[in-house]
């Protein structure tokens, strides 16, 4: 990677970037920020969030990595969402629309003012 990263980038932070990130312990990450604290040179602090296979962020980090060793994440767009069997994409109807439309709701709460 070319220079500073900056807020939106997505970056591969492996063992290239710090040991701490070698072998399985690879990250995809969506930078938040880039602070501007003196670092050993070559260094940076990064803030950003963890993403996962789908590109669902799991994690906020803070991670201090070399930028010699970033490289930008292959980007691949996040899969459409499937509707489960029987969702119709609206939300579910509240217990007291279904209370207020039996006539059960009102009476609940003409009989709780009536008993003062």
Same mark, same amino acid.
């Given at each position: 990677? $070319?220079?500073? =990263?900056?807020?939106? @980038?997505?970056? %591969?932070? @492996?063992?290239?970037?710090?040991?701490?990130?070698?072998? @399985?312990?690879?990250?995809?990450?969506?930078?938040?920020?880039?602070? @501007?604290? !003196? $670092?050993?040179?070559?260094?940076?602090? !990064? $803030?950003?969030?963890?993403?996962?296979?789908?590109? #669902?962020?799991?994690?906020?980090? #803070?991670? /201090?990595?070399?930028?010699?060793?970033?490289? =930008?994440?292959?980007? %691949? =767009?996040?899969? =459409?969402?499937?509707?489960?069997?029987?969702?119709?994409?609206? /939300?579910?109807?509240?217990?007291? #629309?279904? /209370?207020?439309?039996?006539? !059960?709701?009102?009476?609940?709460?003409?009989?709780?003012?009536?008993?003062?």
């Amino acid at each position: 990677m $070319t220079g500073r =990263p900056s807020s939106g @980038d997505l970056l %591969t932070i @492996d063992g290239r970037a710090s040991v701490q990130f070698a072998g @399985d312990r690879a990250l995809t990450f969506r930078v938040v920020s880039v602070s @501007d604290q !003196l $670092t050993y040179h070559g260094w940076i602090w !990064l $803030t950003g969030y963890v993403l996962n296979r789908r590109g #669902e962020a799991t994690a906020k980090r #803070e991670v /201090y990595v070399q930028l010699a060793g970033l490289r =930008p994440a292959a980007v %691949t =767009p996040p899969a =459409p969402r499937r509707q489960r069997n029987g969702d119709t994409g609206t /939300y579910a109807r509240r217990d007291d #629309e279904r /209370y207020s439309r039996s006539g !059960l709701g009102g009476s609940r709460l003409h009989a709780r003012a009536d008993a003062r």
